[in-house]
């Protein structure tokens, strides 16, 4: 008996000799210089910095805006692999939504209201990359690892759901005069600037629904019509004041062209005729903006105020072929290149350039004159194609009138503002309009294309995937492609794949989805729900 007591007491004292040290590690290892909790508003800026797409990147070559001819930098080719999804930005919505409430904000609030539509915005954006998603058992963390694929109709229906609430959150927060938002980049906390955002990107949606609008479970013409009709229930973009954009400044934040970023020296990066050769083709006036002439259309006695002098290279052309009519000039000026380079006075000479549009006006417009064009809605399509035009027109600062446009000297330095040549070109907004191929054409196939391709021409360095999305949904307008340049057996790919992780950490589920969207090949060339 002595021996247990014994036994007994030895115990009893390693546990409580344990639960000491468990203490005191536990106190040693919490830092308690390290936050616990964060402010709302703090991740709030994150998700916002998520939401932007930086110009200048692979995608825009994709949508065929510009070409590398330097292949130490890239190429065009349309290898995709794995998709880049938003989970973890999802991930960081609801913890802003859980801090917000952690603060003592009631259950509607401008977070939870921002929030459902920073889900709409970024499901909208996977799916439209690779078909089917988990998203009804997504972001549950260890609790469900393996989440179940919803259909990319599903996703939809489940996106619009998610706009609408959000629209009806903010108009009682605002009756409630509840603007308690901070943390918000874009619109300094302004939440009827946010609602027009929702709206607007509502008609983005729906407009990307074209090929489902007999669909009865999406409503897509009767919810088109909801939005349009009623602007006091559903406010919109009202003009270029209320474009959800990312402003630049020279100190951080620089536009991804500068004289700090080397690769950008103009002479690596041509414009792709798909958007340059368009332009051109329509005396746009904007052509002088984006662009430098090419040197041997000078060299050949075009004026720079000539808009024939400004053409680009076929985004499916041999990459060695581009690099050798590029002519790169090592310091000569425009010679003897065969293709425009972007204007280095508007992109390359100083750190702001030009603002970059995430959703903006000029798209909008299109929108509405694209569903007027369908007959969705009521209403005059060639005001509002008008209206479209002149706000991208505006963007680049072009007025009735004379307007100076620059362009480098021969052997001139990019940020020497004395080696530029100033040149005056007159915009005529009547002129320019009574050409037929932009004259609105009518409520028919030829008035929707125009519409479809001065959308894409507003898009560009723009609105992120959107120009391409428009291109698979509708083929205006019409991509280079079948040469060596494209890559992809010279298709252009309608999806990406799926991402390796999500192959390899939820088997069961992927493989399920690919099989019944795509008959088990997880293939780039391979049509979604939505495009057919």
């Known amino acids: 008996m002595k021996k247990i007591i014994n036994r007994f007491i030895v115990t009893a004292a390693s546990v409580v000799f344990l639960n000491g040290c468990q203490e005191k590690f536990d106190e040693y290892f919490s830092d308690p210089n390290r936050p616990t909790s964060v402010p709302a508003s703090l991740v709030l800026n994150g998700v916002l910095n998520d939401v932007f797409h930086r110009p200048w990147d692979l995608t825009q070559r994709w949508s065929q805006f510009t070409c590398c001819n330097y292949n130490y930098y890239g190429n065009q080719e349309y290898n995709w692999g794995g998709a880049t999804l938003h989970y973890t930005t999802l991930k960081n919505v609801i913890k802003m939504e859980q801090e917000a409430k ?5 259950d509607l609030n401008p977070y939870s209201a921002l929030g459902k539509f920073f889900r709409a915005y970024f499901f909208y954006q996977m799916t439209m990359r690779v078909g089917d998603l988990p998203m009804t058992e997504a972001l549950q963390a260890l609790d469900n690892p393996t989440p179940r694929y919803d259909s990319q ?19 009682q927060l605002i009756n409630n005069a509840d603007v308690s938002l901070l943390g918000d980049f874009y619109f300094s906390n302004d939440l009827r600037k946010w609602q027009k955002v929702i709206n607007t990107f509502k008609l983005r949606v729906l407009i990307a629904l074209s090929k489902k609008e007999n669909d009865a479970d999406l409503a897509v013409k009767t919810k088109f019509a909801e939005v349009f009709n009623n602007k006091l229930a559903f406010p919109v973009m009202e003009g270029m004041q209320d474009n959800l954009q990312f402003v630049y400044n020279p100190t951080f934040n620089k536009y991804p062209i500068n004289p700090d970023n080397y690769g950008f020296d103009a002479t690596r990066y041509n414009f792709a005729s798909t958007y340059l050769n368009k332009l051109s083709e329509l005396n746009d006036p904007r052509v002088f903006i984006v662009a430098e002439p090419a040197g041997k259309k000078l060299k050949d006695g075009l004026q720079p105020t000539n808009p024939a002098a400004f053409v680009g290279a076929s985004s499916a052309m041999d990459l060695t072929d581009m690099s050798t009519k590029a002519g790169t000039d090592n310091g000569a000026g425009f010679l ?6 972007f204007n280095r006075k508007r992109y390359y000479s100083n750190y702001t350039a030009e603002n970059t549009i995430i959703i903006g006006y000029p798209e909008l417009c299109f929108n509405i004159a694209e569903g007027i064009n369908r007959g969705w809605i009521t209403g005059n399509a060639e005001e509002w194609y008008q209206r479209g035009i002149q706000a991208s027109h505006s963007f680049y600062g072009l007025k009735a009138g004379n307007n100076d446009v620059y362009f480098i000297k021969a052997g001139g330095s990019p940020t020497n503002a ?12 009547a002129a320019y309009y009574s050409q037929p191929a932009v004259q609105y054409a009518g409520n028919n196939a030829a008035g929707l294309n125009q519409i479809l391709t001065q959308k894409y021409l507003a898009f560009f360095a723009n609105s992120g995937w959107e120009p391409y999305y428009n291109y698979r949904r509708t083929g205006v307008p019409a991509f280079a492609a079948g040469g060596p340049g494209t890559g992809n057996s010279g298709l252009i790919p309608k999806r990406y794949q799926y991402p390796v992780s999500e192959r390899n950490t939820n088997n069961a589920n992927w493989t399920s989805a690919v099989q019944s969207q795509y008959s088990g090949n997880d293939n780039i060339n391979a049509e979604m729900w939505v495009i057919k």
């Open 153 to 171: 109709k599903d996703v939809f229906k489940q996106i619009l759901t998610w706009l609408t609430e959000a629209n009806a959150d903010i108009t």
């Open 336 to 341: 003897p290149g065969e293709f425009s380079f």
């Open 102 to 106: 952690a603060a003592g904000a009631a």
């Open 418 to 429: 004395a080696d530029y040549t100033k040149y005056t070109i007159n915009y005529d907004w």
